[in-house]
């Protein structure tokens, strides 16, 4: 596990959108797990930029989504297809065709999970995924208590990840109740993680991920096992973290 810690979320955000877009550009195809919420809007917004300058193309890169609510259609302003249209898919030269999420609104969403991972699997896994991580250490959709060995499934939001996602709707009773997303084993499968966290809210959680037991109940705390997992953190969110950690490869740029 590799920890880079940066001053503040603009360039964290800016130092992880680099390193992946220099992945990007080295190869002929690559295959890219992608996040929502907030935390990653700062690297999207870094690669709008870099597209617009010329400094980077998508045109070979293939996307998969790590979530969606369920019961939402993709024309739902709330849907994470809807957010992911409105800060990258239609500010970059990504080809449509090359687009995957999970659908909501499947009518069996059980074929639906098993369909998204044989989608996965026929473009010969995930090359980088990138996650946030939620307060309660969750990844993707994956609350305390989710199975280590799931691939793409539906799951009941937490009270809690449902009250962080309560901004984004007119009402917090608007909050779907369920999502479908790639399980444990999806992002585990992953050739690389790069996970990105920011702000003290999230400390907690960040530091029993990279230093506490590897446990269901948090699951972010399984990418411990992962052969090559990088943090990317702005100071804040490393502030629960020691000073000197011997067995991890830490980063401090100021």
């Excluded at 969606?68 to 239609?90: A, C, I, N, V």
């Excluded at 499968?189 to 999230?202: C, F, T």
Aim: hydrophobic share 40%; with cysteine; aromatic share 6%.
């Amino acid at each position: 596990m590799k920890i880079w810690i940066e001053r503040d979320y603009s360039a964290m955000s800016r130092r992880a959108a680099e390193q992946i877009a220099a992945d990007i550009q080295q190869r002929d195809r690559l295959v890219l797990g992608l996040a929502t919420g907030s935390t990653p809007l700062g690297v999207y917004q870094a690669w709008q930029e870099a597209v617009h300058q010329g400094r980077l193309r998508f045109a070979n890169t293939i996307t998969f989504n790590l979530d969606e609510y369920t019961g939402l259609s993709r024309s739902h302003p709330q849907s994470y297809w809807s957010f992911m249209k409105e800060h990258l898919f239609d500010h970059v030269d990504l080809d449509p065709q090359n687009l995957h999420m999970p659908r909501g609104d499947a009518p069996d969403l059980e074929e639906e999970g098993r369909a998204y991972e044989r989608a996965i699997a026929a473009a010969g896994g995930i090359d980088i995924q990138l996650l946030g991580i939620g307060r309660n250490g969750h990844i993707g959709f994956n609350e305390p208590g989710s199975a280590l060995g799931e691939g793409t499934h539906v799951v009941s939001l937490s009270d809690s990840t449902r009250a962080a996602n309560a901004r984004f709707f007119e009402r917090g009773a608007d909050v779907p109740t369920h999502a479908i997303t790639m399980g444990l084993r999806s992002i585990m499968n992953a050739r690389q993680i790069v996970l990105l966290a920011s702000g003290e809210s999230k400390s907690d959680a960040v530091a029993k991920a990279i230093l506490g037991d590897v446990t269901p109940q948090l699951p972010a705390s399984v990418l411990q096992l992962h052969p090559n997992c990088l943090f990317v953190l702005d100071e804040a969110a490393a502030s629960g973290l020691p000073d000197n950690l011997h067995d991890l490869q830490k980063e401090r740029t100021r």
